[in-house]
Antibody, heavy 120, light 109 residues
């Protein structure tokens, strides 16, 4: 069955960096685009970034552009999110979400999320 | 980036049919398939509909539709376990970004 397992979250000071990972299994990882979505405490879902199946195209929300970098290693079935220059407003649960077959614009499976807390 | 517009809250009784809406414009809802995601008790989101497709394991009392720039999620035969937050989302080609609605809190009375 499809599994997405995020890791790498933690407590970090403002201005710091983290690298989040999303380990995928149960499907041909190299054939699917993957998104990162986050949810701040008590808030709604916010899209963060998307990477195509082959890593050739990447898209970012304005709120993270220039600070976050999405990447993937298809040989390791793993998605990454490098997050730099962290701000308090980046505090959130970060989810990775797989796209459905033939539809890069939606999500069919989600991970359980990893919590990033930005605090001094 | 602007969010899609959803009702803040909707309620219904067990067995009732309820419809949640998601309004955007021609750059997003009007041009792309819309997804719907259920979140219960702040757990991980779960996909209940994408485009016109029902993911495996989702009961067929969930259905989706779209008319122009408004998409709808209909739950026929509301059940207590359907209570939660529902979000819609889709791609916006003018922004080259994915947009979410603000979410609808569904209460089963």
């Amino acid at each position: 069955q499809v599994q997405l397992v995020e890791s790498g979250g933690g407590v970090v000071q403002p201005g710091g960096s983290l690298r989040l990972s999303c380990a995928a299994s149960g499907f041909p990882f190299s054939s699917y685009g993957i998104h990162w979505v986050r949810q701040a405490p008590g808030k709604g879902l916010e899209w963060v970034a998307f990477i195509r199946y082959d890593g050739t195209n990447k898209y970012y929300a304005d709120s993270v552009k220039g600070r976050f970098t999405i990447s993937r290693d298809n040989s390791k079935n793993t998605l990454y999110l490098q997050i730099n220059s962290l701000k308090a407003k980046d505090t959130a649960i970060y989810y990775c979400a797989k796209t459905p077959p033939g539809d890069p614009y939606n999500f069919d499976y989600w991970g359980q999320g990893t919590l990033v807390t930005v605090s001094s | 980036q602007s969010a899609l517009t959803q009702e803040a809250s909707v309620s219904g009784t067990v067995g009732q049919k309820v419809t949640l809406s998601c309004t955007g414009n021609s750059n997003n809802v009007g041009g792309y398939a819309v997804g719907w995601y259920q979140q219960i008790s702040h757990g991980a989101p779960k996909t209940v509909m994408f485009g016109n497709s029902l993911p495996s394991g989702i009961p067929d009392r969930f259905s989706g539709s779209k008319s122009g720039t408004t998409a709808s999620l209909t739950i026929s035969g509301l059940q207590p376990e359907d209570e939660g937050d529902y979000y819609c989302s889709t791609w916006d080609y003018s922004l080259n970004a994915h947009l979410f609605g603000g979410g609808t809190k569904l209460t089963v009375l």
